[in-house]
């Protein structure tokens, strides 16, 4: 892939220039127990991409790496290195389990410039990448591995080297290709989870609902809830449902999008006689239940891995924009039998509750009027329950993540953040950048707001002002300091 | 069958009387409900005893011939008699009047009265086979006037008391009701109706009996109630009771028809405004509750038995006795005897034993009887004294042997959320009337009542709910399923939710370690703000740490807990954001220095003692003119600590214009 880059960066042309975004160079996962002997080194590698790469070369890389990470050990016990900066690219370490190494070499950003005698020159951008947003997204690809795979130490036990590398092989070899890396920012970095805006008659409606679900579907364990690709509702804990989070909104959900918008797949089913008509389906799981020969087979999903390490099938089930996700204990074995009647008894109440909070929504936008299109461009995140709203990012697609603002403001609220994070204190960055904008951050206990404001000729004061402005107005119903 | 299985039951103490014989005739009055025991005819003494009389009248009469029928008038004011059928006796029990008797003969010519009725204490109403005639007694005088009558031909009559309405039985097939109202010296004629009678083959000649035709109050509605031994439609066979509704305007309306499914004798009472049909054959009751939903035709609705059929609870007679021994074992008392007689609305009779009795429904076995739980709800939420019994139902439906499902749970929790609202509202609208000042309107404002069908929150916290979330075998995620739904039906019905409730989900989530779940109720303000809910969130933090987040968060909305807010944030030692955060709402003028400076000198931060420090300087200098603090705020003691760390020269001067 890395060799395709260059080929696949659309880069902007301007002025002779040519762009290349970041890229992936290389991604590897170590155990340096595993070939502590010389000689024996292969034997550390448990994945590596790409793989055409000759082995010599794996092994160098690797072994660098773990000299590296020894290396700065000395410097700082606890904290051992995160990234290394180098002219061409940089590399991210990432330890999730003990002795796991995980690494991802990213090529920086390059611009391609015609020098005077027509050679290319080829500028490397050290300083564009952020530690931070890329650290991220190595650790995201840890907890999507473990969300479908279990935890690296699970593996060897059940199977030992030979499973794990398995299981790594057909798991990154195509989650790989679904990062893109050259869309990456200030969002991946808090990895949050959008809510769905309701009011509370509604949210008990959908409570109710889904303690009626599980009671009659007595073999669930946990629920969630779902509408336009925003949590309502989770059974599971906050990191498992951060990551299944993303997994739904990045993943599964966009590959059903387009079906949906054709108008197939998605038809008013009555041929179960004495039934409502209802919009339900599973987007995971038997794609025709009248077919006899129809496969139950569900996802796999492993959550609370530090403790009671429990294994699930995972249902996800959607009537219109209603989501719901109901995980099973893996032991069980789940029937055509099971699917038809989950889907005789949750289709009808899913698709009603489904035009209820569609109608109970336009509603509320109605009422509360102001809330037409925010002037605003500004991203909020809550560390204390991964709350994100960004009205800075279109709606995600599964290739890429659509921002309205440029790039290099983008960078600046990346910026901002790193600074927040070395601090305890409550703080307020506020940065004027080029072309008349303003970039406010301002952070209040464990809550962050980024706001950029495109005013011409304003100060600082008006600046200060206008931000005060919006926090009243957005977000007048939390404790968040002026 | 277990005691637990009889849902109808005599009362426990009847009203005893000298039993029916030769020489001792029994009376019982409708109106008063009381029985005269009448001894030769009154010359050995007339008993009368009335269901709540600790104390029977007795008195003596001279025989003056066979009594027909004798009455009080309302409170015990004046005695008639009849004894021919031309005349009734008058004799006053009015202290200081005379009690010589007095007789009114009826106006009607060759007419012969049927019987009479007292109205009031003073009016009274003689039906004879020619038509009605409404006089006042004037006891003072010892006559009567006649204030008025009609003509009409008539065959029967009933009374209602507690209306007030006489029906006459018209025609020659009898069926022709014609209703009077009585009211404060009047007398209305209501619309005449019709009763429907059975088709019959032409030769033989059917009319309406007597027996067969009760009045009684339902649901404040007065009902004629007929018992049609054979039903009009071929297909069904088995009586019926039909009811007819005898509005106060308007035409009467046949309403209800309630379906018995048997034939032969039967016998009518309303209890608790439940009508009440006793078989004697089967020596078996059925109930019916025309509030319950029935099948609904276009013109009336079919019922069926709330219940299956059972026996009045069987019944012991204590052995009578001049004084009752209590060593003699009781005797079983003969239940759907044919001696005995049936009154509206409750009382049954018998005379030849001498008791009178009030049939009562009990409710706690119905419980076990009715399975489906919302028609249980909806039963016996029309019921006097269901208080107790309802929410015996739904601590019964959150056990874990008798579980219910949830939708049915959520069925019961919005049935009673709907009466309680109802009562809210009426609660409500009465207040806001008060206050308008309408109190002085006519008629006069009548504050709600409030039957035992309102069930509160309080009521279902101490008696169902508490207990229940207490239960340590109940799985939690029941225990929170069922709260939420609580909740969700007293959201739905607009009804502020109590923060105890609040606080029980609260509990039940932190016994279990659901923070995530209780950190979701309130992102979406399910759990309602107050401060007791911020405190409780406060004492959190250190088992869940964002409660602190949730429980600021919840104080800043209230708008009212500013202080709180300025506690909680120097007890984390954020002087500066609680100093920000005073100011931001314009109440940095009035805070207390030293309050502050304590907290700052605590961080031991002497870049914040500084600033704090020099932020109260200058509010000395703004408020004051001098920088200085004042004896009364007590600050010496930071002056001197500033003075060492910074020296003299960092405190403000005075600025002199």
Redesign the interface.
């Known amino acids: 892939m890395a060799a395709a880059a260059a080929g696949a960066g659309a880069g902007a042309w301007a002025a002779q220039e040519k762009q290349f975004p970041p890229a992936l160079l290389s991604f590897f996962i170590y155990n340096p127990r595993f070939g502590p002997r010389e000689g024996e080194e292969e034997n550390k590698i448990l994945f590596y991409h790409p793989n055409e790469v000759e082995k010599n070369e794996k092994i160098r890389n690797v072994g660098l790496c773990e000299a590296i990470v020894q290396f700065t050990r000395t410097f700082s016990p606890s904290k051992p290195a995160k990234s290394l900066h180098t002219q061409k690219n940089r590399q991210f370490f990432n330890e999730p389990e003990e002795n796991f190494w995980m690494v991802m070499v990213v090529r920086n950003p390059i611009i391609e410039k015609q020098s005077k005698d027509g050679k290319p020159i080829v500028e490397y951008q050290e300083e564009e990448l952020l530690d931070k947003v890329y650290s991220s997204v190595l650790q995201q690809c840890y907890s999507m591995y473990k969300l479908f795979n279990g935890t690296f130490l699970k593996a060897m036990e059940d199977g030992g080297v030979k499973l794990l590398k398995e299981r790594l092989e057909k798991f990154f070899h195509r989650y790989l290709q679904t990062l893109h890396l050259q869309s990456c920012d200030l969002l991946d970095i808090f990895g949050g989870i959008s809510?769905f805006p309701?009011d509370?008659?509604t949210?008990?409606?959908i409570?109710?609902f889904i303690?009626?679900m599980?009671?009659?579907l007595n073999i669930v364990k946990y629920t969630a809830f779902l509408y336009n690709d925003q949590l309502i509702?989770?059974?599971l804990?906050?990191d498992d449902m951060r990551i299944l989070y993303k997994y739904l909104t990045t993943s599964l959900f966009p590959r059903h999008i387009e079906p949906e918008l054709a108008g197939r797949d998605s038809p008013i089913r009555a041929e179960m006689p004495g039934n409502l008509q209802h919009y339900g389906r599973f987007l995971t799981g038997p794609l025709n239940l009248n077919d006899p020969e129809a496969k139950c087979r569900f996802p796999k999903i492993f959550v609370n891995t530090d403790d009671t390490y429990e294994e699930l099938h995972l249902i996800v089930y959607k009537a219109m924009s209603a989501a719901v996700c109901f995980m099973i204990d893996a032991s069980i074995q789940l029937t055509l039998d099971f699917c038809r009647r989950l889907d005789s008894i949750v289709g009808p109440q899913l698709t009603v509750l489904a035009s209820d909070i569609c109608e109970q929504f336009n509603i509320n936008k109605r009422i509360s009027g102001s809330e037409k299109e925010p002037q605003f461009k500004f991203i909020y995140f809550?560390h204390?329950?991964l709350?994100e709203k960004s009205t800075i990012h279109m709606r995600k697609t599964p290739s890429v993540s659509l921002t309205s603002v440029h790039p290099d403001l983008m960078k600046i609220l990346g910026d901002i953040n790193s600074d927040f994070t070395r601090a305890d204190e409550?703080e307020e960055i506020i940065v004027k950048a080029m072309s008349d904008y303003w970039v406010v951050g301002k952070k209040?206990?464990?809550?962050e707001l980024y706001v950029i404001l495109n005013q011409k000729n304003a100060n600082l004061i008006e600046v200060n002002e206008e931000v005060k402005k919006l926090c009243a107005t957005q977000f007048n119903?939390?404790?968040f300091?002026? | 069958m277990g005691e637990e299985d009889y849902y109808l039951e005599l009362c426990e103490r009847p009203v005893q009387f000298e039993k029916a014989n030769p020489v001792n005739c029994v009376f019982f009055d409708e109106a008063n409900k009381q029985v005269f025991a009448v001894r030769s005819g009154g010359a050995t003494g007339v008993v009368v005893k009335g269901p709540d009389d600790r104390n029977p009248i007795s008195f003596r009469m001279d025989d003056k011939g066979e009594v027909k029928c004798i009455k009080f008038s309302l409170e015990n004011k004046i005695l008639a008699v009849q004894r021919t059928s031309k005349t009734v006796d008058f004799c006053n029990f009015i202290p200081d009047n005379s009690q010589l008797e007095y007789t009114q003969e009826c106006k009607t010519k060759n007419a012969n009265i049927l019987g009479f009725c007292w109205t009031s204490s003073t009016e009274i109403v003689f039906i004879t086979d020619q038509g009605i005639e409404f006089y006042q007694v004037l006891p003072e005088k010892r006559s009567l006037k006649l204030l008025k009558s009609h003509n009409i031909n008539v065959n029967w009559y009933m009374y209602c008391p507690e209306s007030a309405v006489i029906l006459l039985s018209t025609t020659v097939l009898e069926n022709v009701l014609q209703p009077f109202y009585f009211r404060a010296g009047t007398m209305s004629k209501l619309p005449k109706f019709e009763i429907e009678l059975p088709a019959a083959p032409k030769s033989t000649k059917l009319s309406l009996s007597e027996r067969d035709i009760a009045m009684a109050t339902i649901y404040g509605q007065l009902y004629v109630l007929f018992l049609r031994h054979h039903s009009r439609t071929s297909n069904s066979t088995g009586a019926e009771v039909v009811l007819y509704h005898l509005p106060r305007e308007g035409a009467c309306k046949k309403m209800h028809i309630l379906k018995l499914n048997r034939t032969g004798k039967f016998a009518l009472n309303v209890v608790d405004n439940l009508v009440v049909v006793h078989h004697q054959d089967t020596e078996t009751s059925v109930i019916f509750d025309i509030k319950l939903r029935g099948e609904f035709d276009g013109t009336v609705t079919f019922h069926h038995p709330v219940l299956p059929a059972r026996s009045i609870q069987p019944y012991q007679i204590p052995m009578a006795g001049p004084a009752a021994v209590t060593s003699q074992s009781p005797v079983p008392c003969k239940l759907y005897s044919s001696s005995w007689i049936v009154f509206q609305p409750d009382i049954i009779i018998s005379a030849s034993q001498g008791y009178l009795w009030n049939l009562q429904v009990k409710l706690q076995p119905i419980v076990n009887l009715l399975p489906d739980k919302g028609r249980l709800m909806d039963f016996l939420l029309q019921r006097k004294e269901c208080k107790m019994v309802i929410l015996s139902v739904c601590s019964q439906m959150l056990s874990e042997s008798d579980r219910a499902?949830?939708?049915v749970i959520?069925t019961v929790f919005d049935k009673l959320n709907h009466e309680y609202k109802k009562y809210l509202d009426a609660e409500q609208s009465y207040v806001m009337a008060v206050e308008a000042g309408q109190s002085r309107s006519n008629p006069p404002l009548k504050r709600p009542t409030r039957t035992q069908a309102v069930v509160d929150q309080s009521d279902m916290y101490t008696h169902v709910l508490s207990a229940f979330a207490e239960n340590k075998e109940m799985p939690h995620?029941f225990v929170?399923?069922v709260l939420?739904?609580y909740?969700?039906s007293l959201?739905?019905f607009q009804i502020t939710v109590q923060h105890y409730l609040h606080e029980l989900v609260i509990k039940t989530l932190v016994q279990h370690n659901r923070f995530?779940?209780l950190?979701?109720f309130l992102?979406?303000?399910?759990l309602s703000d107050s401060k007791p809910l911020a405190c409780l969130l406060l004492s959190l933090e250190s088992f869940y740490?964002?409660a602190h987040?949730?429980s600021?968060?919840m104080?800043?909305?209230l708008s009212t807990a500013n202080d709180e807010?300025v506690e909680v944030l120097l007890s984390k030692h954020?002087v500066?954001?609680a100093l920000?955060?005073i100011r931001?709402i314009g109440g940095h003028d009035n805070i207390s220095a030293r309050k502050f400076l304590d907290a700052a000198k605590q961080t031991e931060d002497n870049m914040l003692f500084y600033t704090i420090f020099r932020f109260f300087e200058q509010r000395n200098q703004r408020l004051r003119g001098n920088p200085n603090f004042t004896p009364g705020e007590h600050c010496e003691e930071h002056v001197a600590f500033f003075k060492q760390v910074f020296g003299d020269q960092a405190l403000m001067r005075p600025t002199t214009f």
């Not at chain 1, 209040?444 to 809550?447: F, L």
């Open positions: 809510f309701l509370k008659m949210y008990l409606k409570q109710s303690n009626r599980e009671e009659s509702w989770s059974g804990e906050q809550n204390m329950n709350a409550d209040s206990d464990q809550r119903n939390i404790f300091l002026d | 499902t949830l939708p959520a995620k929170i399923a939420m739904e909740i969700r959201n739905q995530y779940m950190h979701q992102q979406y303000h399910v740490p964002p987040q949730l600021l968060d104080l800043k909305r807010i954020q500066l954001a920000r955060f931001g």
